[in-house]
């Protein structure tokens, strides 16, 4: 019963009124988005072809090893079909192109997602270019990059800035005229978030900071909502947040057995209203927004 998306909003109250309301638990927020796929999945005919998405991977890099393995246990959960392509650390560039061409071509597979960072000397641009934008359920070929920046909605938005925005439409987070900081302008995160959240539909007034900028405890102190994508282990401490913040933290940082976000969880917690912990914030979002594009590639494929 509790599956049924119409009481999920319940389902969230009563975990909200057990648990501590300040931290965003992300995994429940997945998993109301995946139970609104699985809905979806249950409208079509039984006899139609499933979702497929095709997983890259480039060596043997034990982080992407791990998070590719989790996409595809999602995946395979909602009942999509899915596959993984290994290859080795010495594969050619033209060598790579030449599998991704043969993936585009291939009307099976409606999503293809390759797992960054690739290894030296591979060009991570040249490579995600190289993806059919129908089927680049990562969002990162240069034609989807220009649908964000347009505002069309028939591209496809990488899978963590997505998911940020889920997390505020879900939590109530207003983000219209509210000033939003991003520390952090990777391609996978920063930039493609900082493009979303200006868009008409969320209306921030986002800031972008980086390695380089000056007094970046005086600029995130001035953010409504602060979000943290740049790798360093604690790099926000209590000093780089405004009282009653909303802190998104997307890192996702290995500390002996530990993982650890980009925020110094235990000093910025009592400052704000509401923060996203690491692991079971940020990150199992990215999954189910993967899961999101990869229906949407489908439904595309197949024009229904
Ligand atoms: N590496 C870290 N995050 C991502 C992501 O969202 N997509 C891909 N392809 N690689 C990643």
């Given at each position: 019963?509790?599956?049924n998306?119409?009481?999920?909003?319940?389902?969230?109250?009563?975990?909200?009124?057990?648990?501590?309301?300040?931290?965003i638990?992300?995994?429940?927020?997945?998993?109301?988005?995946?139970?609104?796929?699985?809905?979806?999945?249950?409208?079509?005919?039984?006899?139609?072809?499933?979702?497929?998405?095709?997983?890259v991977?480039?060596?043997?890099?034990?982080?992407?090893?791990?998070?590719?393995?989790?996409?595809?246990r999602?995946?395979?959960?909602?009942?999509?079909?899915s596959?993984?392509?290994?290859?080795?650390?010495?594969?050619t560039?033209?060598?790579?192109?030449?599998?991704?061409?043969?993936?585009n071509?291939?009307?099976?597979?409606?999503?293809?997602?390759?797992?960054?960072?690739?290894?030296?000397?591979?060009?991570?641009?040249?490579?995600?270019?190289?993806?059919?934008?129908?089927?680049?359920?990562?969002?990162?070929?240069?034609?989807n990059?220009?649908k964000?920046?347009?505002?069309?909605?028939?591209?496809f938005?990488?899978c963590?800035?997505?998911?940020?925005?889920?997390?505020?439409?879900?939590?109530?987070?207003?983000?219209?005229?509210?000033?939003?900081?991003?520390?952090g302008?990777?391609?996978?995160?920063?930039?493609?978030?900082?493009?979303?959240?200006?868009?008409?539909?969320?209306?921030?007034?986002?800031?972008?900071?980086?390695?380089?900028?000056?007094?970046?405890?005086?600029i995130t102190?001035?953010?409504?909502?602060?979000?943290?994508?740049?790798?360093?282990?604690?790099?926000?401490?209590?000093?780089?947040?405004?009282?009653?913040?909303v802190?998104?933290?997307?890192?996702?940082?290995?500390?002996?057995?530990?993982?650890?976000?980009?925020?110094?969880?235990?000093?910025?917690?009592?400052?704000?209203?509401?923060?996203?912990?690491?692991?079971?914030?940020?990150?199992?979002?990215?999954?189910?927004?993967?899961?999101?594009?990869?229906?949407?590639?489908?439904?595309?494929?197949?024009?229904?």
């Open positions: 019963l509790i599956k998306p119409c009481l999920s909003f319940l389902k969230r109250y009563l975990q909200r009124m057990s648990t501590d309301s300040k931290i638990d992300g995994k429940l927020l997945a998993d109301e988005v995946l139970s609104e796929i699985r809905a979806k999945m249950a409208a079509i005919e039984s006899d139609a072809p499933k979702p497929a998405i095709t997983f991977r480039v060596g043997e890099d034990p982080a992407s090893r791990s998070y590719v393995a989790r996409k595809q999602v995946a395979n959960e909602l009942g999509f079909l596959d993984i392509q290994v290859f080795p650390e010495t594969i560039e033209s060598k790579l192109i030449e599998h991704i061409a043969s993936l071509a291939n009307p099976n597979v409606h999503g293809i997602l390759v797992q960054a960072p690739l290894p030296a000397p591979l060009r991570t641009q040249s490579i995600f270019g190289a993806v059919d934008p129908r089927k680049d359920v990562d969002g990162f070929n240069p034609i990059l220009g964000l920046v347009t505002e069309d909605s028939s591209g938005v990488p963590t800035p997505l998911g940020l925005v889920e997390i505020c439409k879900r939590e109530n987070i207003q983000t219209e005229g509210r000033h939003l900081v991003i520390v302008r990777g391609l996978i995160v920063g930039k493609p978030a900082s493009i979303l959240f200006v868009q008409k539909q969320l209306s921030a007034t986002v800031t972008v900071c980086h390695s380089k900028t000056q007094n970046l405890q005086n102190r001035q953010a409504d909502i602060l979000i943290a994508a740049t790798g360093l282990a604690g790099l926000i401490t209590a000093q780089h947040v405004k009282q009653d913040a802190v998104l933290d997307v890192g996702i940082n290995r500390q002996g057995e530990n993982l650890v976000g980009d925020v110094d969880f235990e000093s910025v917690y009592p400052i704000v209203s509401r923060i996203t912990p690491v692991p079971g914030g940020v990150g199992p979002l990215t999954v189910a927004m993967l899961m999101v594009n990869t229906f949407k590639a489908y439904l595309l494929a197949l024009k229904i």
